[in-house]
């Protein structure tokens, strides 16, 4: 779960999951929202991937990348069970 925290620290990588929310994207879709180098990107992807945030798939020559939606819903029921309310 410490990565995912990591990974949800730095604005950039919000940013990525704020987009993948609505579609699933390549790094090079990613990038083109980033005034960033592709290897910045990629290193965001990388982190992201790590922590399990998001989901990567080899589409011929293209990774496309979506939201993990199953890890979001794990860190949602841990919070409300240290709030007590499961």
Same mark, same amino acid.
């Given at each position: 779960? $410490?990565? #995912? %925290? *990591? @990974?949800? @620290?730095?604005?950039? +990588? +919000?940013?990525? &999951?704020?987009? =993948? *929310? !609505?579609?699933? =994207?390549?790094? /090079?879709?990613?990038? $083109?929202?980033?005034?960033?180098?592709?290897?910045?990107?990629? $290193?965001?992807?990388?982190?992201? *991937?790590? @922590?399990? =945030? #998001? =989901? @990567?798939?080899?589409? /011929?020559? %293209?990774?496309?990348?979506?939201?993990n939606?199953?890890?979001?819903? !794990? #860190?949602?029921?841990?919070?409300?069970? &240290? +709030?007590?309310e499961?």
């Open positions: 779960m $410490n990565d #995912v %925290f *990591k @990974a949800l @620290a730095d604005p950039t +990588r +919000r940013m990525i &999951l704020d987009l =993948l *929310k !609505d579609k699933d =994207l390549s790094a /090079g879709d990613i990038a $083109n929202h980033f005034s960033m180098t592709k290897p910045s990107i990629s $290193n965001h992807l990388s982190i992201l *991937k790590k @922590a399990e =945030l #998001v =989901l @990567a798939e080899k589409q /011929g020559q %293209f990774i496309i990348y979506s939201l939606t199953t890890l979001f819903q !794990d #860190v949602i029921k841990w919070m409300l069970e &240290l +709030r007590g499961t």
